[in-house]
């Protein structure tokens, strides 16, 4: 499946020019690895207003999957889940709940990770941590069910009830 993508960097070094944004790098290369035909990006600052300003844009020029990176753990300038709340208007947990349980396997710091996941009309929008390490291995818990969920969110699947049951569905 092919798609259109965003990868939104927060973070008040890399929108001054004082930081390369790595992470953003990182998550456009996976992107456009699992069928992403455009990949856009953007650097705001840890800025609510701006965050929001950038997701609703995003979302306008057709976006369909928006992954944040930054602004996640408990710094008192780390907005980017309020600010995604803010603009979604149909949570999917599930997603950031296995990010931090896959994370957590790894590192205990996991869990100060305060990421959200949810839908704005036809977008999916994720918000990521900010470390590229955390980012590549945020992106391998995604990654396999992608493709799936872009396509349930276009109304694009196949009736999902109609896979293969699984051995202990009894």
């Given at each position: 499946?092919?798609?259109?993508?965003?990868?939104?960097t927060?973070s008040d070094?890399?929108?001054?020019?004082e930081?390369?944004?790595?992470?953003g790098?990182?998550l456009a290369?996976?992107l456009?690895?699992?069928?992403?035909?455009?990949?856009?990006?953007?650097?705001?600052?840890d800025?609510?207003?701006?965050?929001?300003a950038?997701?609703?844009?995003?979302?306008?020029?057709g976006?369909?999957?928006?992954?944040?990176?930054?602004?996640?753990?408990?710094a008192?300038r780390d907005?980017?889940?309020?600010?995604?709340?803010?603009?979604?208007?149909r949570?999917v947990p599930?997603i950031s709940?296995?990010?931090?349980?896959?994370?957590?396997?790894?590192t205990?710091?996991?869990?100060?990770?305060?990421?959200?996941?949810g839908?704005?009309?036809g977008?999916?929008?994720?918000n990521?941590?900010?470390?590229?390490v955390a980012?590549?291995?945020?992106?391998?818990?995604i990654g396999?069910v992608?493709?799936?969920?872009l396509e349930?969110?276009a109304?694009?699947?196949?009736d999902?009830a109609?896979e293969?049951?699984?051995?202990?569905d009894?």
């Amino acid at each position: 499946m092919s798609y259109n993508a965003a990868v939104l960097t927060v973070s008040d070094k890399g929108a001054g020019g004082e930081r390369e944004d790595i992470s953003g790098a990182l998550l456009a290369r996976l992107l456009e690895e699992h069928g992403a035909v455009a990949v856009r990006r953007l650097i705001v600052p840890d800025e609510h207003g701006e965050i929001v300003a950038a997701l609703r844009q995003l979302c306008q020029s057709g976006a369909d999957l928006i992954l944040t990176t930054g602004g996640t753990g408990l710094a008192p300038r780390d907005v980017t889940p309020e600010a995604t709340l803010e603009v979604v208007t149909r949570a999917v947990p599930g997603i950031s709940e296995a990010i931090r349980a896959a994370s957590w396997a790894k590192t205990p710091r996991a869990m100060l990770s305060r990421g959200v996941s949810g839908i704005h009309g036809g977008t999916l929008i994720i918000n990521f941590p900010g470390s590229p390490v955390a980012c590549e291995e945020s992106f391998a818990v995604i990654g396999p069910v992608l493709a799936h969920a872009l396509e349930v969110l276009a109304g694009d699947a196949s009736d999902c009830a109609a896979e293969k049951e699984r051995p202990d569905d009894g």
